[in-house]
């Protein structure tokens, strides 16, 4: 277990990508072991609506990359289509591409990749079940992402694959009333010391006693 106090775990918990060690494999043992951490955390109702899907399969995780960079090419070319990335402009946004561009081109290599999914689709859904259905499981990929970090390991939010989520639920077999919420690389890191990243200042997002 990493040397990090609470505050640095939490600040120092990165999207990692360039810095994924593909080589080294990742035992069961210490997936699942984070995995029952992050089931601490809050869920409406407790009701554990969830399963959690990990890929360690060399065969298996290059269909499961073909897919992932197959919806990230669906979604560059719509951000094409409508005149680009509609993001804020943020310091080191350049970096932030080749990151994203070395994680495409090395998916296939992976240890292991986790994708959450809940019960319950949202396209129709109001703001409540909406909140209460992200609310319940996102708090756990978090975890999960801590609990990684501190044992060493790394992972990256992404969503990129979920242009074709149509795709990889037919792969692995996830029936049709689940939502994917990512996936989820797990891979140990090269080196362990990570750094706290530009955010907004906070007396540009905090309102106090009301939004202004
Ligand atoms: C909802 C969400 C979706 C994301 N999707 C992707 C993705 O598809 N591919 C990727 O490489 N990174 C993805 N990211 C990672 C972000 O690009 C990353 O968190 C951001 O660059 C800030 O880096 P940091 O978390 O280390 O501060 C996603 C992050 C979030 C929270």
Known sequence: MLDLDPDALLT???AVRKRLDF??????????????????A???GNMNNWRWIVVDDAELMAK?????????????AKLDESGGYPGAVVPRADLISTSV??????????PAVLIPVFAGRMEQANVFYQASSWGSIIQSVWSFMLALRARGLGSAWTTGH????ADLAELLEIPAHFTQVGLFPIAYTKGTDFKPAFRK????????????
């Open 201 to 212: 200042d906070a007396s540009e997002v905090i309102g106090w006693n009301g939004f202004g």
């Open 42 to 44: 809050p869920n409406g």
């Open 162 to 165: 979920l242009w074709r989520e």
């Open 64 to 76: 499961v990359a073909a897919i992932y960079n197959g919806g990230l090419d669906d979604y560059v």
């Open 23 to 40: 080589e080294r494999p990742v035992p069961r043992a210490l997936i699942e072991e984070c995995l029952e951490i992050a089931f601490q």
């Open 12 to 14: 120092t918990t990165r």
């Open 101 to 110: 561009d070395h994680l495409r081109e090395n998916f296939h290599r992976l």
